[in-house]
């Protein structure tokens, strides 16, 4: 159903638009996956960390791409950057913890952090912050699936799967389930208060006085 | 919906409590960390205003606090259960003013949280007031009963002992019904309170009747030289009627869990070779307390600004 609804009742200037199918996440992922190890001297180092819930199938498959492409098998952890948000003063509402499962010391590790779509920074900003309470990794580097720009702290991908130029108030996401690589990432666009996105910009948002 | 304090169990919700547990189930991932803190409420402060000395629970409260990076300070000012009303809420009211962003809230007179709660603007929480309620025990009791049996729903809880003198068994017994166990009292007739049985629980006097297939076990503090003699006839008796040993756990279920909410009087409630040992969790419960208070910590302090922008 990737269609383009031109007639969509919302008025939007597009209907939800599909910015890559589960067939280009799967290419994209693969072409990251052969850049990691080109950039990479000793691929044991390597310790991919998502950023739940939308980096979650990504670095899977990321991992399973490195296994069938290198025979490595590279740790995946799960970090949870909400308690590390930068707006937990402005919102008056507790947003929901989800999972950290860090199953292996970050110290002296190639850390590669792993997100679907990356806007402000903020949520990268509070992902290297949670990691660094994890120990000391010797690189860190961010995958993002989605660049959207609208940066707003100094955060630069070292792997992007799409630059997608975007309005700000437009909402892009993975659409599919939590943990499996399926779906396709939409771009939507709504009321940027609405839908639990992983969008990092809705920290920017809220805190900009929404 | 989890209001500004946390006076009560009776004030939750089902929803409320399963986002608590919720909440508690990733704090606790903190405490395994190298690094136990995060910068959560950073710049807050908690006030502990404990009336009444309670060295587990306030250090309980100030390890939640810390961990989550708040400024924790403790004030235990002289009071009684005589003390007036207008002197407590004027302590309170000199604290507020201080500009606390929660006060964590224990006396030995019921409804002092509450009444402290109306007169102050930073939220409240109840650490345990009078015969009344202690909510963050009973959350404690329902995380680690979850941790331990995967569910709540449909179990068999027998609380044992000093009912009528404990804002633990209040509070669990509001807790485990909502959450939907079977909820039992056992103890001697005078500890059991009158018309009990009307919030839907089942009271028994015999010990063996109440443990029939439990799941869980809770044994409860007997304040042994406040009420020997008058409640029951003598501490060795009680132990004899209504202590649990190995031998008792017998008529509960195989894979009954025990629990108590501490200190133990071993030999009295518990045996000594249970307080110590598997099947009882009593120390899975206070390293639960922690993950608990974080994430009641965490919960209340999102709605700081009463009445202020969104």
């Given at each position: 159903m990737q269609e383009k609804a031109p007639g969509e009742p919302r008025g939007a200037r597009n209907g939800p638009r599909t910015i890559l199918d589960e067939t280009g996440i799967r290419r994209t992922l693969m072409r990251i996956a052969h850049e990691i190890l080109e950039r990479t001297?000793?691929?044991?180092l390597l310790y991919l960390v998502a950023i739940p819930n939308g980096g979650v199938p990504l670095a899977r498959e990321i991992a399973r791409n490195l296994r069938q492409i290198a025979g490595i098998d590279v740790a995946v952890g799960i970090l949870d950057t909400t308690l590390y948000r930068d707006d937990l003063t402005t919102t008056a509402e507790r947003p929901l913890l989800r999972l950290t499962e860090m199953p292996s010391a970050v110290d002296g590790r190639i850390v590669i952090l792993v997100d679907d779509v990356v806007k402000t920074g903020r949520t990268i900003r509070a992902a290297m912050d949670a990691l660094m309470d994890f120990g000391r990794p010797q690189v860190v580097q961010v995958v993002g699936l989605v660049d959207r720009g609208?940066?707003?702290?100094?955060i630069k991908l070292d792997y992007v799967g799409k630059n997608v130029p975007t309005s700000p108030n437009e909402n892009l996401r993975l659409r599919g389930?939590?943990?499996?690589?399926?779906g396709r990432l939409e771009l939507v666009l709504e009321p940027s208060d609405a839908a639990d996105s992983d969008d990092s910009s809705r920290s920017a948002r809220k805190g900009g006085g929404a | 919906m989890i209001g500004r304090d946390l006076l009560g169990i009776e004030d939750l919700d089902r929803s409320d409590i399963e986002r608590i547990l919720q909440t508690a189930e990733h704090m606790g991932e903190i405490g395994e960390?190298?690094?136990?803190?995060?910068?959560?409420?950073?710049g807050r402060t908690l006030v502990n205003l404990f009336f009444e000395p309670s060295t587990r629970t306030q250090t309980s409260f100030e390890i939640a606090g810390k961990r989550l990076s708040a400024d924790v300070v403790n004030f235990s000012p002289?009071?009684?259960?005589?003390?007036k009303a207008e002197s407590i809420l004027d302590t309170a009211r000199t604290l507020d003013a201080m500009d606390p962003d929660a006060v964590v809230v224990r006396h030995a007179v019921a409804g002092v949280p509450k009444r402290i709660a109306d007169v102050l603007e930073a939220p409240v929480i109840n650490a345990g007031d009078g015969a009344h309620e202690h909510p963050t025990q009973a959350l404690l009791d329902l995380f680690t009963v979850r941790r331990e049996k995967g569910r709540i729903d449909g179990l068999t809880v027998t609380i044992v002992g000093d009912i009528v003198h404990s804002r633990v068994a209040r509070s669990n017994i509001y807790g485990f019904l909502k959450m939907g166990a079977e909820v039992r009292l056992a103890a001697p007739p005078p500890m059991i309170p009158a018309a009990v049985e009307t919030l839907g629980v089942k009271a028994f006097t015999s010990l063996r009747e109440a443990l029939d297939g439990a799941d869980v076990v809770m044994a409860l503090r007997i304040q042994n030289e406040r009420f020997a003699g008058s409640y029951f006839p003598s501490v060795r008796e009680y132990a004899a009627t209504f202590g649990i040993d190995r031998a008792t756990l017998r008529?509960?279920?195989?894979d009954a869990i025990v629990m108590h909410p501490g200190p133990v009087n071993r030999g009295v409630e518990l045996s000594h070779d249970l307080a110590d040992h598997r099947p009882s969790v009593i120390l899975d419960q206070v390293r639960n307390g922690v993950s608990i208070r974080m994430a009641v910590l965490y919960l209340i302090s999102g709605r700081l600004h009463r009445g202020g922008v969104a």
């Open positions: 001297e000793d691929p044991g609208h940066r707003e702290l100094p389930d939590a943990g499996e690589l399926r | 960390r190298e690094v136990k803190k995060v910068p959560t409420l950073r002289r009071s009684s259960s005589l003390t008529y509960a279920k195989d």
